[in-house]
């Protein structure tokens, strides 16, 4: 018989001293054209990442949605054929993506590809022409895509919250129907890429092993052929989130529900925010979290909680979502909004908001750790009118926010009070429970 020896016990070691963040050298320029280039070197691999940002706001959201499809479908002298090959010669690529705020067209190449990488968004940039095949092929693409989403609860659920949070406002409704991507015509594409795609008002980040001078010139060189002033368009301010009755939307048979609600925020660049986001991050905001550990470690309600704060243009809202089996939908909100009134009425412990003042700074210390991750925060942030020393400056704030401050931030925006909930399954089977814990309206 053999016996086992156990094993030692092991302790964690102690945390060392947060690291100051060092960020790297920016360097900045106007080109004549209005576009602005801001260029960062980042040595680990030998490549170039690129972002670049065009205000989009009040854009139709079918052409939109098709434009990002097609617009490196081809140009008057080459074919999306031709551009896929030009570009892998170079060991890159481009994509694009569009949100209520902005147009976004990614890329990445080899560093001696840079060149090569900026002649070709020019072209695309100054000659896309949407080939009608190339985009009736993507309109059913869009249209198959769209009408599957339609079909998932996450989506749906999006959809009426949107609705609850902002009202009339443009954000209130960030996805097309099939039948107006339908609509969309070739013809009506090239006119909003006349009217909405110039370079003033625009940002380029590059981001790469490269000089940040040898990048901006590059830019300067393939880009000043990209004309054109536009017209600025302005968001008006997201409304006040008004609390209020909670929404249920019937999803007949379903066997889980969403929770969704919506509290009130701060921008990136209000005082309140570093509190904010630690405030989050203990309620619910990541795995360590309370209502992680309460709806799904302890009562295995749900398997993926998530709460976070989303900023956008023109206001910030804090978030927060769950998918729950349908007979639990009442005990796991009740749950939810107990977790929201205990982190508002009583301050964090010490260790708890250590542990979340850890994670928001090693995540700020991640998320810039690759060259893409580097142009994505600085093209994000350039969307807000900040620059890369924001990131220092916030790292300070989330470094000396204490406990009292994380208290009064959670006091402030995650009492249940200013909630706006939204919850999405089947009526029949949980209106009763969730109406003994608050006045529920069907949307």
Do not use: C
């Not at 360097?27 to 040595?43: D, F, H, K, P, W």
């Not at 990048?215 to 997201?238: S, Y």
């Not at 910030?316 to 979502?321: G, W």
């Amino acid at each position: 018989m053999t016996v086992e020896t156990p094993l030692p016990e092991r302790t964690l070691p102690v945390l060392g001293p947060n690291r100051p963040l060092k960020l790297p050298k920016t360097v900045e320029q106007t080109l004549s054209n209005g576009l602005t280039v801001i260029a960062l070197r980042r040595s680990s691999v030998p490549l170039v990442e690129i972002r670049l940002r065009v205000p989009f706001a009040k854009a139709n959201l079918a052409k939109a949605a098709m434009l990002t499809q097609t617009v490196l479908s081809g140009t008057s002298a080459m074919s999306t054929v031709d551009i896929a090959a030009e570009l892998q010669k170079v060991g890159g690529g481009l994509s694009a993506g569009a949100d209520p705020d902005r147009l976004l067209i990614s890329g990445n190449a080899l560093v001696g590809g840079l060149e090569r990488l900026l002649d070709i968004l020019a072209e695309v940039l100054t000659d896309a022409s949407y080939p009608t095949d190339e985009v009736a092929t993507e309109r059913a693409r869009l249209v198959d895509r769209i009408r599957v989403a339609q079909s998932q609860p996450s989506h749906l659920a999006r959809v009426a919250l949107l609705k609850r949070m902002y009202g009339k406002h443009p954000y209130a409704v960030q996805t097309p129907t099939p039948e107006q991507v339908e609509a969309v015509t070739p013809a009506g594409l090239r006119t909003l890429h006349g009217e909405r795609v110039h370079p003033a008002g625009a940002t380029l980040v590059i981001v790469g092993d490269i000089a940040p001078e040898k990048a901006i010139a590059a830019a300067e060189k393939m880009l000043t052929k990209w004309d054109g002033n536009g017209v600025a368009i302005e968001l008006p301010t997201v409304p006040a989130l008004t609390p209020g009755p909670l929404t249920l939307v019937d999803r007949p048979g379903s066997v889980q529900s969403s929770l969704r609600i919506a509290l009130p925020a701060v921008t990136r660049q209000h005082p309140d925010h570093a509190a904010l986001q630690l405030a989050n991050l203990v309620f619910g905001g990541y795995f360590s979290s309370r209502w992680v550990e309460n709806i799904r470690e302890d009562k295995g309600y749900t398997y993926g909680p998530h709460s976070l704060v989303e900023h956008a243009v023109a206001g910030s809202a804090l978030v927060v979502a769950a998918e729950v089996a349908t007979e639990v939908t009442g005990p796991a909100l009740l749950e939810t909004l107990y977790e929201l009134g205990r982190l508002a009425s009583l301050p964090p412990k010490e260790d708890e908001l250590e542990q979340a003042r850890q994670y928001a700074l090693g995540t700020l210390q991640l998320g810039m750790s690759t060259q893409a991750g580097l142009a994505g925060l600085v093209s994000t942030y350039a969307g807000f009118g900040l620059r890369l020393d924001y990131l220092a400056e916030h790292a300070a704030r989330l470094g000396r926010a204490t406990r009292e401050q994380v208290a009064a931030a959670a006091a402030e925006y995650l009492a249940p009070a200013k909630a706006a909930a939204v919850v999405l399954g089947d009526a029949e089977q949980i209106e009763k429970p969730l109406s003994a814990l608050t006045t529920v309206i069907r949307g």
